[in-house]
């Protein structure tokens, strides 16, 4: 979203409107109470701006005390081999923690022209690596007692999937990407120069309330709408229609019939019930370790990009505006799927 001054006013209008929907809504929808908008919208909408503030913030601070370089150490061959650069690296390492977080610091670093829209998509799409280790602890111990060996080769190729599509964008970046003045290596002497021209306390202060409301408002104008939306359609039962819709089409077209609870119930909202599904008819003898582990790669490919639009829409189309974000989502998903795809095809052949 390009900076400018503050819309007040839109989010005024944004305020209403959002205000609007969940008095309909709590007129009109029984499931729809007071105590589920705090629970289910109000909690996880604070939870995400926070994180959102919490970005925006680190991405100024590491720009005005020049830390660009410390945050990125971790990543930076990786980065300087891609031409990604620095500010990207660092929202990488921030990935770790808060995908959220990261991807305010890009929409950050690209508003004030200091990466390029081709830097920030493929940083997105990079930091896609360090969002599957960012919940694999609580699921791997999870899923591995439910599944066994087949949960330990879904594992395995999606963490080779994710592995080499980002091993792609990274020679894609170097093939395409020029390399940005901001992030070549600087002499002695202007490191120097750059340590004495940091900004002093008051400075930084200063900066800081010139810049960060109005961004935080500007992101607030798309969260809160699109967010309450989402939970709106989401509490109603929307999204398990299409879940059930979609798994019953695809399950008779393309997989064997006896792995048809698998795929529905991963399509449930509880993420550990297809798993859960899988190990029961594999200990039963249903089905052979390979049918498992494809028929949960397919409830992976399946489940997972409608799970995006549930969760993660109002998130992109919040930080980076509609527009952009929804590109980054879809994007994101379709190279998602076809690395999975591609992996699960070479395992059914060498398997």
């Avoid at 077209?253 to 609870?261: F, K």
Wanted: charged fraction near 15%; glycine fraction near 6%; include cysteine.
């Amino acid at each position: 979203m390009k900076p400018g001054k503050v819309k007040y006013k839109t989010l005024g209008l944004s305020c209403l409107f959002t205000f609007v929907c969940l008095v309909l809504a709590l007129i009109s929808f029984d499931a729809v109470t007071p105590e589920i908008c705090l629970k289910k919208l109000g909690i996880p909408l604070t939870r995400l701006m926070g994180f959102i503030i919490i970005g925006l913030l680190a991405g100024q601070l590491i720009e005005l005390l020049g830390w660009t370089k410390q945050m990125a150490v971790v990543a930076r061959p990786f980065f300087r081999f891609s031409r990604l650069g620095n500010r990207c690296s660092a929202a990488f390492t921030t990935a770790f923690v808060s995908g959220a977080a990261a991807n305010a610091m890009l929409v950050d670093f690209y508003d004030e022209k200091k990466i390029s829209k081709m830097q920030l998509f493929l940083s997105n799409y990079v930091n896609q690596f360090p969002a599957y280790f960012l919940h694999l602890p609580t699921t791997v111990f999870i899923v591995l007692p439910l599944t066994g060996k087949a949960g330990l080769l879904y594992f395995f190729i999606t963490f080779l999937a994710v592995s080499v599509r980002t091993l792609c964008f990274f020679i894609f970046g170097k093939l395409y990407i020029k390399t940005s003045s901001s992030d070549r290596p600087v002499s002695g002497s202007f490191r120097k120069e750059l340590k004495t021209n940091k900004p002093a306390f008051p400075e930084i202060v200063s900066t800081l309330r010139k810049r960060l409301p109005g961004r935080i408002i500007n992101i607030s104008i798309w969260v809160l709408p699109i967010y309450t939306l989402v939970f709106l359609l989401n509490i109603n039962g929307f999204f398990d229609y299409l879940n059930t819709t979609l798994s019953r089409y695809v399950t008779l077209t393309v997989m064997p019939v006896e792995s048809l609870s698998i795929v529905i119930l991963s399509f449930a909202a509880e993420f550990t019930s297809g798993f859960a599904a899988a190990g029961a008819l594999m200990d039963a003898g249903v089905l052979t370790v390979k049918q498992t582990v494809i028929a949960l790669l397919l409830g992976n490919v399946l489940a997972f990009p409608i799970r995006a639009l549930r969760h993660q829409l109002p998130r992109y189309m919040g930080i980076f505006s509609p527009k952009m974000g929804l590109q980054l989502l879809l994007s994101g998903q379709a190279f998602r799927i076809v690395s999975i795809i591609i992996m699960g095809v070479i395992y059914y052949w060498v398997a």
